[in-house]
């Protein structure tokens, strides 16, 4: 009896002994699952100060980068590209107004002269703004969250110009003083990053969207209002059923307008017609002033 209850105590320890063992060499499979991320402290941080750090961020990098980090940053960023891009026409009036009391008060020819420049770059900027707002107002307005002026570039590019402007004036009109119908490369860059987005937005972000005939109505007008070559008289003007029926014609001056038809064998899609026709307004919009535009339609 004792030789049997002794070796029932030298199991039992060598089996607590090699359980030991084995939890010393086992891993659960469930550990790996069990690993938590550590939380971004900015998220923790008031919504007022993140955008006050971003502010210190170039628009480009908002709208490429910050804005895709997760939701709370996408409205953020949202939020200021959106309100810059609005603030961008509120200075380009104000820098108008500028202009034109200088050269009132402007006693020199030269002087004058170079005012006049900066103001016909004014312009130039004002109507290629215009565009830009004809395209994409409608969805910055109405819901922040799914949409953004995200070509920040060019947001960064009018930052620059202003700048110029206050500081740096000689830049501005310099170019156009040397050679008659010259920009600054600033407002060039400008000009063909509009022309590049303008077209991106409507065949990658607005194309599957535009489902309405009369949002796409609102849009050809918005896009013939840009036009400062033009004439526009409202033939007809009524409210029916909550619905507007506008009637409207448009006299450009200085231009040449041809229209050549083409016979398409493939059927586009109704928003695929809608996006070309954009274009083909927006072409004669930009290029009205003292142009020949061809514009190519369907019979």
Same mark, same amino acid.
């Given at each position: 009896m004792q030789r049997e209850g002794k070796r029932s105590l030298d199991d039992g320890y060598n089996l607590r002994a090699k359980k030991a063992r084995l939890e010393e060499h086992y891993v659960s499979p469930y550990t790996n699952k069990r690993t =938590?991320? #550590? #939380?971004?402290?900015?998220?923790?941080l008031p919504n007022e100060l993140i955008q006050k750090v971003f502010t210190y961020i170039t628009y480009e990098e908002l709208a490429n980068s910050i804005r895709l980090v997760n939701r709370k940053f996408r409205v953020l960023a949202h939020h200021l590209i959106n309100t810059a891009f609005r603030n961008i026409e509120k200075r380009l009036v104000h820098q108008k107004k500028l202009i034109l009391n200088s050269i009132s008060h402007s006693q020199d020819d030269m002087e004058t002269r170079c005012m006049c420049k900066m103001l016909n770059t004014i312009e130039y900027l004002m109507l290629h703004y215009s565009i830009l707002q004809s395209a994409i107002w409608r969805y910055v307005e109405r819901d922040e969250t799914v949409f953004c002026m995200y070509a920040g570039s060019i947001l960064d590019l009018y930052e620059k110009i202003f700048r110029m402007y206050i500081r740096e004036p000689h830049k501005v009109y310099t170019p156009a003083i040397l050679n008659d119908y010259t920009y600054p490369k600033e407002v060039t860059k400008i000009s063909q990053l509009t022309k590049t987005f303008v077209l991106y937005f409507d065949r990658v972000s607005e194309q599957d969207l535009n489902t309405s005939v009369f949002c796409s109505g609102c849009k050809i007008l918005d896009i013939l209002d840009c036009a400062t070559e033009a004439r526009k008289d409202v033939i007809e003007e009524t409210i029916a059923n909550d619905v507007l029926i506008y009637k409207v014609c448009y006299y450009f001056s200085r231009s040449?307008?041809?229209?050549?038809?083409?016979?398409?064998?493939?059927?586009?899609?109704?928003?695929?017609?809608? $996006?070309?026709? =954009?274009?083909?307004? $927006? $072409?004669?919009?930009? !290029?009205? #002033?003292?142009? !020949?535009?061809?514009?190519? !339609?369907?019979?």
């Amino acid at each position: 009896m004792q030789r049997e209850g002794k070796r029932s105590l030298d199991d039992g320890y060598n089996l607590r002994a090699k359980k030991a063992r084995l939890e010393e060499h086992y891993v659960s499979p469930y550990t790996n699952k069990r690993t =938590y991320r #550590k #939380k971004n402290p900015l998220n923790n941080l008031p919504n007022e100060l993140i955008q006050k750090v971003f502010t210190y961020i170039t628009y480009e990098e908002l709208a490429n980068s910050i804005r895709l980090v997760n939701r709370k940053f996408r409205v953020l960023a949202h939020h200021l590209i959106n309100t810059a891009f609005r603030n961008i026409e509120k200075r380009l009036v104000h820098q108008k107004k500028l202009i034109l009391n200088s050269i009132s008060h402007s006693q020199d020819d030269m002087e004058t002269r170079c005012m006049c420049k900066m103001l016909n770059t004014i312009e130039y900027l004002m109507l290629h703004y215009s565009i830009l707002q004809s395209a994409i107002w409608r969805y910055v307005e109405r819901d922040e969250t799914v949409f953004c002026m995200y070509a920040g570039s060019i947001l960064d590019l009018y930052e620059k110009i202003f700048r110029m402007y206050i500081r740096e004036p000689h830049k501005v009109y310099t170019p156009a003083i040397l050679n008659d119908y010259t920009y600054p490369k600033e407002v060039t860059k400008i000009s063909q990053l509009t022309k590049t987005f303008v077209l991106y937005f409507d065949r990658v972000s607005e194309q599957d969207l535009n489902t309405s005939v009369f949002c796409s109505g609102c849009k050809i007008l918005d896009i013939l209002d840009c036009a400062t070559e033009a004439r526009k008289d409202v033939i007809e003007e009524t409210i029916a059923n909550d619905v507007l029926i506008y009637k409207v014609c448009y006299y450009f001056s200085r231009s040449w307008l041809v229209a050549l038809e083409t016979n398409d064998e493939k059927a586009k899609p109704w928003n695929e017609q809608m $996006r070309l026709m =954009y274009m083909r307004l $927006r $072409r004669i919009v930009v !290029t009205g #002033k003292w142009a !020949t535009c061809f514009i190519i !339609t369907e019979p």
